[in-house]
C-alpha cells in the first residue's frame, strides 16, 4: 500500500523560503511519476512541479526559478525547495504518485492516485 506523507509546512513572509518534504511508504520515489500540488482556498488543486523516472521535470509557470523539485532516493523522499515566496502561493501543498515511469501524460490531478494529506503553507505579506 502506497503512502505519502507531507512535511515541512509553515507560515512565513514575503520573500522568504521553505522545504516541504514527502515521506513515501509502499513505492519508491526514483521509479515512478511524482509531484507537488497546492489548492488555495476557493480554487482548484493545480501542478506545482512534477518528476519522472526519467529525470524529467516540469514546473508551472508561476513557479519556474523559484521552486526546485528533487528526489533522495536514501531517505525516499521528494522535496520541494520554495524560495521568494508571495502571498500567491498561500495554499495547501499536496505529494502525489502515479505509478508509471513517466509524467509525460500530463499534469492534471486526475492522473494522480495516490496524495498525502497535505501541509499547509501560509506567506504573509
Known amino acids: 500500500q502506497v503512502q505519502l506523507v507531507e512535511s515541512g509546512g509553515g507560515s512565513v513572509q514575503t520573500g522568504g523560503s521553505l522545504r516541504l518534504a514527502c515521506a513515501a511508504l509502499?513505492?519508491?520515489?526514483?521509479?515512478?511519476?511524482m509531484g507537488w500540488f497546492r489548492q488555495a482556498p476557493g480554487k482548484e488543486r493545480e501542478a506545482v512541479a512534477t518528476?519522472?523516472?526519467?529525470?524529467?521535470?516540469w514546473y508551472a509557470d508561476s513557479v519556474r526559478g523559484r521552486f526546485t523539485i528533487s528526489r533522495d532516493s536514501a531517505k525516499n523522499t521528494l522535496s520541494l525547495q520554495m524560495n521568494s515566496l508571495n502571498p500567491e502561493d498561500t495554499a495547501m501543498y499536496y505529494c502525489?504518485?502515479?505509478?508509471?515511469?513517466?509524467?509525460?501524460?500530463?499534469?492534471?490531478?486526475?492522473?494522480?492516485?495516490?496524495w498525502g494529506q497535505g501541509t499547509q503553507v501560509t506567506v504573509s505579506s
Open positions: 518528476s519522472d523516472n526519467y529525470g524529467r521535470i
Open positions: 509502499g513505492v519508491t520515489v526514483n521509479s515512478v511519476c
Open positions: 502525489a504518485a502515479r505509478i508509471v515511469f513517466s509524467c509525460a501524460a500530463g499534469q492534471e490531478s486526475s492522473l494522480y492516485k495516490y
